[in-house]
């Protein structure tokens, strides 16, 4: 039965529109958990986004965390927090400098301090990121986000209809408020990594709903009197092997960097695969309900499936 | 769609020479690369300071103390101006960014005005379209002099670029390997120095203004005096690094300064055998050291630093030669680097260090293992799954996808973009991104195929009705790489940057390549059935 694609039937008949109303309870549940979540847990913020130092540091034998945690009380790091980190003689030091020193100056001294109490020490990383510094990160991060989906409902109202514009939007908006949520609910750091992870999770839930709507608009101009709800159900049905396939592949492909990328890529890995999941899955269930719910105009776009169509 | 043009398996050809050409640098050792004949390329991935270890500053020059500088020069300008013209004057002071002075006879105003235009707003020529400083009377004998917004931003760009100049001067000497230094937004600079063993002196080297001057010590009053508040006109009490006491009365005004130096150098003293730096006057330096030093025989004078004095020597003889030397608690290294700072001379404001992140090479190692093994890991999941699921066709979206690889990696070892630890994240979804695009095609040409269309039609339906979502698919990711590259910074820009050559290469490998080699395939077999139907 090779090649395998082969075993998968021919036609699928699943009745994606009638399971719509629970999905969208199950997405509004999930929206309002990812709300509780996020306002009461709140985000882990990175220090590129809050200012403040982070230490990386590989003692001679195996790390002493009480003992570091000691160290860092008594040298003035700030609301500090040592963390074990990779092999046991590995640890992360994350601490603010008291206001009216230089964050920098301030983190010399701790190493300088650090170096006198555990002799060996080795410091493989030090960062230090200035309050200024910081809230501009944090106002482009999220600067960016706006402007990406701002141009891509351009883009898709340009190719398709204003209303799949929408439903694209609010799916995308969907997916990034989840994986906050799920990033709150973790407790992983959020960084100006974790905005270009989002940045991508947007980018692949919108790249699945223009593969979605393709098949949809493709569709209704061939049947052009079947029930809307009809159309949308033959569509995905027809689209359902490629999105297992492609679905498989994405996760497949990251599978790697999930195990072997290490503390640096895990959050990155971890906030894609989250958005493949839940990208593939409001395409279906945020996307199309809303042109669904909405309706769309049909049988005054030409039969040309090349040219764009700018919605009227 | 399907014939095989000629321009496309050129095209093909051609993009898998360019791909291996210029990737294969990266996976020779470095010996045998240098070793290639001149024609070939040998340029290897640009890495992220997070993947090959090295030091990243963001630095910012401080505006605000370049204009309270000004306003001290001018508050001293005022002073000399209206005394040399005796005209008599109080209240002379700095007051909300401002110099104000009262005129004691309100008659004399408008003279006071105009000496004041022609010696203090003729300090500095005006900028074109107005003057540096404004002059105001308000007709009570109250004089305001103010520094135009205009003139201050101008002074502070100028202040930016004069900044790198003597940065790369400074860290170049460092000897450290291939610095880029280089200006961003209005007031900031971005050092970047890879592999840099020793960050802290870096940002030594970096974080001085290295002003220097060289200034009497006020001994009218001693020290306990003038530290319980009775410090006299003229002078200010400095803190001292010299070893002996740690304060010092000197005089405010410089009898040289550090732009009339020639020449530093570390060297060690010829009795004590301590290090030094030795240094050279200009002319103008020279003599006026010369006269300063005749005539206080048997005073000290003291060498300050940046606000602090580093030595307090007693003048034994007129120093008339243009040179001299440095003592303080140097050690060679520290005695170098003053010297290093003193050849490339002061910075013209404080630079403030905003942002700083240094990663060990150690750690760099660790983090270029992790992705390779990553996107091996990766890379053969997707090979299997697509071979496994779609047969031969799935072998010639393998081969697509190798291609798209060694082109990623050799356009960007060509254009040196950066790649970072993210972007090595970016790559391996770039990659089923790219077998998307192949996934799509190939379910498109089975229900063309299970629609009744023979193979040949199914191909060319397959490849022409996919393209369409392809491109629009491809064109929303693109939308946000661009987007990325254009808010983001250092590693988020790699990630982006890294994207962006991906959706490119993935549209052309994904569907130009398996285009013909299915086309091959076909015209080879003449097949009755495809196997993936």
């Given amino acids: ?312 | 769609m399907m014939n095989l043009s000629r321009w496309k398996v050129i095209a093909v050809v051609l993009s898998a020479i360019f791909g291996v050409l210029f990737t294969l640098p990266n996976l020779l050792p470095a010996d045998v690369r240098d070793s290639l004949p001149g024609f070939m390329p040998k340029q290897t991935l640009n890495l992220g300071l997070d993947l090959q270890g090295g030091s990243h500053l963001l630095l910012e020059v401080d505006t605000a103390a370049l204009k309270r500088e000004r306003l001290t020069n001018l508050v001293e300008d005022t002073r000399t101006t209206l005394r040399e013209a005796q005209i008599p004057f109080a209240e002379l002071r700095e007051v909300n960014g401002e110099v104000s002075v009262l005129i004691n006879d309100p008659a004399q105003a408008n003279t006071a005005v105009n000496k004041l235009r022609a010696s203090v707003a003729g300090v500095a020529p005006g900028a074109p379209g107005g003057r540096e400083i404004s002059i105001s009377n308000d007709g009570g004998g109250r004089i305001r002099l103010s520094l135009s917004q205009d003139a201050m931003t101008a002074e502070a760009g100028r202040a930016v670029d004069q900044s790198i100049e003597i940065l790369r001067r400074r860290i170049d000497e460092l000897g450290t390997k291939e610095p880029t230094i280089v200006r961003q937004g209005v007031d900031r600079i971005v050092v970047q120095a890879p592999g840099e063993s020793d960050p802290q002196r870096l940002r030594d080297v970096i974080g001085q203004t290295a002003k220097l001057t060289f200034q009497m010590v006020d001994e009218s009053v001693s020290l306990e005096e003038a530290a319980a508040g009775r410090v006299p006109p003229g002078s200010e009490l400095l803190p001292s690094e010299d070893g002996y006491t740690s304060m010092v009365l000197v005089k405010k005004r410089a009898l040289v300064t550090g732009e009339m130096l020639t020449d530093a150098q570390q060297s060690f003293d010829q009795q004590s055998g301590q290090p030094v730096v030795s240094f050279r006057f200009n002319s103008q330096g020279a003599r006026r050291f010369g006269e300063a030093t005749a005539v206080n025989i048997g005073k000290r004078f003291a060498i300050v630093l940046d606000g602090k004095v580093i030595s307090a020597p007693v003048i034994q003889s007129a120093i008339t030669g243009g040179s001299g030397q440095i003592s303080g608690s140097f050690t060679p290294q520290s005695a170098n680097d003053l010297a290093i700072l003193l050849r490339a001379g002061a910075l013209p404001a404080p630079l403030k260090v905003e942002q700083q992140s240094t990663v060990g090479a150690e750690l760099g190692a660790d983090a270029v293992k992790a992705g390779v093994i990553s996107l091996a890991i990766g890379g053969v999941a997707i090979i299997i799954f697509i071979i496994l699921a779609y047969g031969l066709f799935g072998v010639f979206a393998a081969i697509a996808l190798v291609v798209n690889v060694l082109l990623i990696l050799g356009i960007m070892s060509f254009t040196q973009a950066t790649l970072t630890f993210p972007g090595i994240a970016g790559l391996i979804l770039t990659l089923a991104v790219a077998v998307d695009a192949n996934v799509l095609i190939y379910e498109r040409i089975r229900d063309e195929a299970h629609a009744g269309r023979s193979p040949i039609s199914a191909l060319e339906h397959g490849y022409s009705r996919a393209l369409v979502s392809i491109l629009d698919a491809n064109i929303t990711s693109a939308i946000s790489a661009l987007i990325m590259f254009q808010f983001g910074s250092g590693p988020i820009r790699g990630f982006a940057w890294t994207l962006l050559i991906g959706v490119v290469t993935s549209v052309f490998t994904a569907v130009v390549i398996t285009q013909v080699l299915i086309g091959l395939w076909f015209r080879v077999k003449r097949p009755k059935a495809l196997p993936i139907v």
């Fill in chain 1, 1 to 312: 039965m090779w090649p395998l694609i082969r075993i998968l039937p021919r036609e699928f008949h699943f009745n994606f529109v009638r399971l719509a109303p629970y999905a969208a309870i199950l997405s509004a549940l999930l929206i309002a958990g990812s709300g509780v979540s996020f306002f009461t847990k709140g985000l882990n913020l990175g220090i590129d986004f809050i200012g403040g130092s982070m230490i990386e540091v590989q003692t001679k034998g195996p790390a002493d965390i009480a003992k570091l945690r000691a160290t860092m009380m008594q040298v003035g790091g700030e609301d500090a927090q040592v963390q074990q980190m990779g092999a046991a003689n590995g640890a992360v030091l994350r601490f603010r400098t008291a206001e009216g020193v230089s964050p920098v100056d301030g983190a010399e001294r701790i190493k300088t301090e650090l170096s006198k109490e555990f002799p060996g020490i080795t410091f493989k990383k030090v960062e230090v990121v200035g309050p200024k510094v910081s809230g501009e990160l944090m106002q482009g991060g999220f600067m960016a986000l706006g402007v990406a989906v701002f141009l891509m409902l351009l883009y898709i109202w340009f190719r398709f209809q204003l209303q799949f514009g929408l439903g694209a939007v609010v799916g995308v908006f969907h997916d990034v408020l989840l994986t906050l949520g799920m990033l709150s609910l973790t407790h992983l750091e959020f960084s100006m990594t974790s905005i270009a992870a989002l940045l991508t999770v947007i980018g692949y839930s919108m790249n699945e709903k223009v593969i979605t709507f393709d098949r949809l608009r493709e569709n209704l101009r061939k049947y052009k009197t079947a029930p809307l709800a009809d159309v949308i159900n033959r569509s995905e049905n027809e689209r359902l092997s490629r999105t297992l396939i492609t679905g498989s592949t994405a996760i497949l492909a990251l599978s790697g960097a999930v195990f072997f990328g290490g503390p640096v890529l895990l959050p990155l890995v971890i906030t894609m695969v989250f958005g493949i999941v839940v990208g593939t899955y409001s395409s279906i269930y945020v996307a199309l309900p809303i042109i669904l719910l909405w309706g769309v105009k049909r049988g005054d776009e030409p039969a040309e499936p090349l040219k764009p169509q700018a919605a009227r």
